[in-house]
């Protein structure tokens, strides 16, 4: 099986730096994806990690660490935009196997 | 470039109905996932399909409901006899075959609200 932990809520100020922790447990792992989903709308892919690291999209980063089961989406600059909910998925080993998605981090950007 | 369509936007079913939610993946898509979504949780995988095939459908419950991605025409989310817990929003997902599954194209979703 696999399960995913975020943390629920995440509160930060404009123009700020907000780091979204995301630590997983799976049974087959191929790599680590993050999407974006405002209130009312469609999840949005932002970013994925198969290799130990930080891949870096504009603002937003993404790192992972194979072997401590982590990974965290990093947002610099944060615009008020971005308040949204963001969720870590894994992918499994095998393409047999759809993403599966963490409970979500809800990003409430302040003044 | 049209994205993934879902219809209907929203549903309103009294319980002992059926509901029929469609998904028109991505021009070039050929793999189509649908998702469950309670508010303020996360996004609960159902079943995974291709053109005419069911790939994994283990978080779909065994009862009432089922899937299919007929050749032709959009992939249909069938729940029969609904209650009151089926109420959720149910997204639908695409993406291209030879792709890993990192990245999906979701659709905007289907509300469904049982009285």
């Known amino acids: 099986g696999q399960s995913l932990e975020q943390p629920s809520e995440v509160t930060a100020v404009e123009g700020a730096i907000v780091q979204i922790n995301c630590t997983y447990q799976?049974?087959?792992?191929?790599?680590l994806s993050w999407y974006q989903q405002h209130d009312g709308g469609a999840p949005t892919f932002l970013s994925y990690?198969?290799?130990?690291g930080l891949e870096e999209t504009g603002r937003f980063s993404s790192f992972l660490s194979r072997s401590d089961s982590y990974g965290y989406l990093l947002l610099q600059e944060l615009q008020m935009k971005d308040s949204a909910s963001y969720f870590c998925?894994?992918?499994?080993?095998?393409?047999?196997?759809?993403?599966?998605f963490g409970s979500g981090t809800r990003l409430q950007v302040q003044p | 470039n049209a994205g993934v369509m879902q219809n209907p936007r929203h549903l309103v079913r009294r319980r002992g109905q059926e509901a029929r939610l469609r998904c028109s993946p991505m021009k070039g898509h050929s793999h189509v996932y649908w998702y469950r979504q309670l508010p303020e949780e996360g996004l609960k995988f159902m079943v995974y399909?291709?053109?005419?095939?069911?790939?994994?459908e283990s978080g779909m419950p065994k009862e009432r409901f089922s899937a299919e991605f007929p050749k032709e025409g959009p992939s249909i989310l069938r729940i029969q006899q609904v209650v009151r817990g089926d109420s959720a929003a149910y997204f639908c997902a695409s993406n291209s075959p030879g792709r890993s599954n990192e990245k999906l194209f979701f659709g905007s979703g289907t509300q469904l609200s049982v009285l």
């Open positions: 799976t049974s087959g792992f191929y790599g």
């Open positions: 399909l291709q053109k005419e095939n069911i790939i994994d």
């Open positions: 990690n198969a290799l130990d």
């Open positions: 998925a894994v992918s499994p080993d095998t393409g047999r196997r759809a993403l599966t």
